[in-house]
């Protein structure tokens, strides 16, 4: 009895795996679920959108608090960050960064709570590119 479980459960075994190889088993002959199919593979991939990060100027937060954030949040050199700063200051906006969309709003938010926390009015956008 036991004898017959184990070759019921064998037997069972390799229908799945000729199953699971697009092969269905009737007796000595294989005959394959695929037979006049074709396959048709997809390598296509599309990079993901970009959003610009961009800083808008106030009335009211000091440029030394915006050349912090720009090096901290957006890792720039103290060079950029007075340039960015200058443009905002000068301009009413300025650029930070070309980022994907998940970064660029976290970027954003980043600098909302740090101008919070500090009692600015800082505002930062995102635009898609």
Do not use: W
């Amino acid at each position: 009895m036991a004898v017959d479980l184990y070759v019921s459960i064998q037997a069972n075994y390799k229908q799945i795996i000729n199953l699971c190889l697009n092969q269905k088993t009737l007796g000595d002959s294989e005959i394959k679920l695929s037979e006049g199919l074709e396959e048709k593979v997809r390598h296509e991939t599309t990079e993901p959108s970009l959003y610009k990060v961009i800083l808008l100027n106030d009335d009211y937060t000091t440029m030394d608090f915006v050349v912090r954030v720009l090096k901290t949040v957006f890792s720039k050199s103290p060079a950029e960050a007075i340039q960015i700063m200058l443009s905002v200051h000068k301009q009413g906006s300025g650029l930070c960064g070309v980022y994907t969309r998940e970064i660029a709003e976290t970027k954003v938010i980043t600098v909302h709570e740090l101008a919070g926390q500090s009692d600015f009015p800082l505002k930062c956008i995102m635009e898609k590119e």
